[in-house]
């Protein structure tokens, strides 16, 4: 008796103040690099509305001397409860190449802890470092802790998460995406966070993913590319070949957009300038994994297309082995697996004893092991030709675009405590499709 009377008084007083709580601090800062020389893009989140500002300042100097202002956007979960929130985006323009920078961000009503970057150095000479992996969840993050530690102490430039992120975001109407957020911001606050979606965002058409990440272009992050040092970075969605509920003429437009993209970077000039073409995306072509993944069969959708759809949908395989890709980087499998150069299916070694030595077709590595609650995924017994090194510890890896023809790749266990269990470095002389020949 005494609960409910208790109840009702205080449900009389909030509705004498009628003034609901407002939820206007700042949180799950992220940042990325919108593809626009000399820009940082800057985003997070608020429940309620408020404006949206950064305040910033060269480190070292006067705290906050620069303004910037941008908008934000009503994001309604689809969960039963219709959650809403506000993510925001400001960009920072006039950036100084190389220069680190002090930022917080918020409004008048309320603002973020400080943190801080730097400024993309936009020289062609330029030698980038990457921490790259997929798959990474909200419980047991495996890399997360040593991501956290280097990231601060400066060892990258870039993260790359190639899809899968907190399983699932939309969970318990967001909540699980907020939190996931949340945790990364320890190294998403710090350099360019750049994702791809993977198939754990599918729900609600992935709207968790577009509404929440701000990549370069205007495909609500779906696909976009960019160039860093000598390389240009092409990221898009094997997602569009599995939910075609969501439309075929996504995978269609990706496809033209993909066709259009190579074109361009391999125009002499360009090519010249920017030597390496990248790829991420989620799901590989190929993978030696024991699950009944899309890759452990012969014709993977991203690779040979689909033959069931009107119209045919066209694979990846040939368009990237014709626009002289160089390097294709995948997730999905929560597995460590490096390939030997191949193209359908047979193995084009530079030669027998450098393999990665002017490789004649591209390298695939696949990294989706940084831990979600999925745990590990296994191997077939009996690696097929093209797989190179395969392991199944947790970990991520670090990639490093030495110069225009030398590029390192290394695998980190998280538990083998930080060892380098795999590394590479390609050398090419030729890129483009005539590095083939
Ligand atoms: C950018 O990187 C190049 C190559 O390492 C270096 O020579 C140049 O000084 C750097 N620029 C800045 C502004 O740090
Ligand atoms: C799903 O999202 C894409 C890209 O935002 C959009 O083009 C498409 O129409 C959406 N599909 C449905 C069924 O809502
Ligand atoms: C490619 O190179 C590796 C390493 O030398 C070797 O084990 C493999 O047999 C080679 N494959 C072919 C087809 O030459
Ligand atoms: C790239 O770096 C490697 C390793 O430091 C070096 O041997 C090579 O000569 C460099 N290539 C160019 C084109 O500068
Ligand atoms: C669509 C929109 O409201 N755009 C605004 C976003 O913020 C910038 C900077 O304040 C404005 O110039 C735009 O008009």
Redesign the pocket.
């Known amino acids: 008796m005494a609960v409910l009377h208790l109840f009702v008084f205080c449900g009389l007083l909030s509705l004498g103040s009628s003034v609901p709580p407002v939820w206007l601090q700042p949180e799950q800062v992220h940042i990325s690099y919108p593809g626009v020389k000399g820009s940082m893009l800057i985003t997070w989140t608020t429940l309620d509305y408020t404006e949206s500002m950064v305040e910033y300042g060269l480190w070292g100097g006067k705290l906050f001397s620069l303004t910037a202002k941008g908008n934000s956007t009503l994001f309604i979960d689809g969960g039963s409860e219709r959650r809403k929130m506000y993510i925001h985006r400001v960009t920072l323009p006039d950036l100084i190449p190389g220069a680190k920078y002090v930022y917080h961000c918020g409004s008048e009503e309320g603002w973020s802890d400080f943190f801080f970057f730097t400024a993309l150095n936009e020289s062609i000479s330029f030698s980038p470092r990457f921490a790259l992996f997929g798959d990474m969840g909200n419980e047991n993050p495996q890399s997360l802790a040593r991501l956290q530690k280097e990231t601060q102490a400066g060892m990258y430039d870039v993260i790359l998460h190639i899809g899968d992120f907190a399983y699932d975001m939309h969970e318990d109407n967001g909540r699980i995406g907020d939190e996931f957020m949340r945790q990364i911001e320890s190294i998403a606050a710090y350099v360019p966070y750049m994702a791809c979606p993977g198939n754990h965002e599918w729900a609600y058409?992935?709207?968790h993913y577009?509404s929440r990440f701000s990549m370069p272009g205007e495909?609500?992050s779906?696909w976009y590319s960019w160039n860093i040092g000598s390389a240009h970075i092409i990221s898009f969605s094997t997602e569009v070949y599995f939910y075609i509920?969501?439309?075929l003429?996504?995978l269609f437009?990706q496809y033209k957009w993909l066709q259009k993209d190579l074109e361009e970077a391999n125009k002499p000039e360009n090519r010249a300038a920017r030597p390496w073409i990248i790829t991420m995306a989620h799901r590989p072509m190929y993978c030696s994994n024991d699950d009944k993944d899309d890759c452990t069969k012969f014709e993977s959708y991203v690779r040979h297309g689909r033959s069931d759809t009107m119209p045919h949908a066209p694979g990846l395989e040939d368009l990237f082995y014709q626009h002289g890709v160089d390097l294709e980087l995948w997730a999905h499998e929560h597995t460590y697996e490096r390939l030997w150069p191949v193209y359908n299916y047979k193995v084009y070694n530079g030669s027998i004893d450098a393999p990665y030595e002017n490789p004649k077709a591209p390298v695939h590595i696949i990294t989706g092991s940084a831990g979600c609650r999925e745990k590990h995924d296994g191997f077939i017994p009996k690696p097929r030709d093209w797989s190179a090194f395969r392991s199944t510890d947790y970990g991520y890896t670090r990639m490093h675009i030495i110069n225009s023809t030398h590029l390192y790749l290394e695998q980190i266990s998280d538990d083998q405590s930080g060892k380098i269990i795999d590394s590479l470095t390609m050398i090419k002389e030729v890129h483009g499709p005539e590095a083939w020949l």
Do not use: A, Q, V
Request: aromatic share 16%.
């Open positions: 058409n992935f709207s577009k495909t609500e779906l509920e969501y439309g003429d996504l437009r």
